[in-house]
């Protein structure tokens, strides 16, 4: 593809990388848009935006309302389209290789210099797979996130969005509220995101989250 013009979502709850990568890169992809979010809410309504046709999301596994893996996976499944290419200061193999397994274009460790990030961002915009030098990647089979991985798939955005709100312990009125939405729309939308994640309520729902936050699994 052509690399001007481009749209691109940085991803990361730090202002002071966001600034620093966007200016960084400013030069060497003229004339693109930069979008920026701090958390998985404030990325997932710049998605919403119907009328944006995003070339790439830089993500940040760790970003609050992110939960690990969650959101790359949300993200894959809802916005195929989209590359999305994480960029973490994990750089160990299995948290690479589980970022690939996941859908990832590619991983960038924070470490990396600019020079290196602009060739990874072009492989990646050219529709390739770019991992730094010496990584080897695990095979992840008969993994126990896959299960869960699966099931987080099948939700909808707004019921990722509502289990999220489950997790930051926000009572249904306060969900309801904050959506724009009836109580008992928020009801439903638990009674299907449990059925979905094979659970019983919404403490259940949480801890199933939180199965595929990295720092729980990798380190």
Known sequence: MKLENL?????????LFRNALRQALTNAFAD??????????ALQ???DVSHINYDLVLLDLQMP????????IHLRNHFA?????VISAHEDNLTISRAVHYGSSGFIPKSASME??????TAILDGDIWLPAGVELHAITDDNQDPMANKLAELTPQQYKVLQMFAEGLLNKQIAYDLGVSEATIKAHATAIFRKLNVRNRTQA???????ERDKVDI
């Open 7 to 15: 749209t691109i979502i940085i991803a990361d709850d730090h202002p």
């Open 32 to 41: 693109t848009q930069w979008f920026e979010a701090d958390n998985a809410d």
């Open 45 to 47: 309504q710049l998605l």
């Open 65 to 72: 309302g992110s939960h690990g893996y969650s959101t790359l």
């Open 81 to 85: 389209h989209i590359p999305v290419v």
């Open 116 to 121: 290196t990030l602009c060739e990874a961002l």
């Open 206 to 212: 949480v801890i199933a989250l939180q199965q595929l």
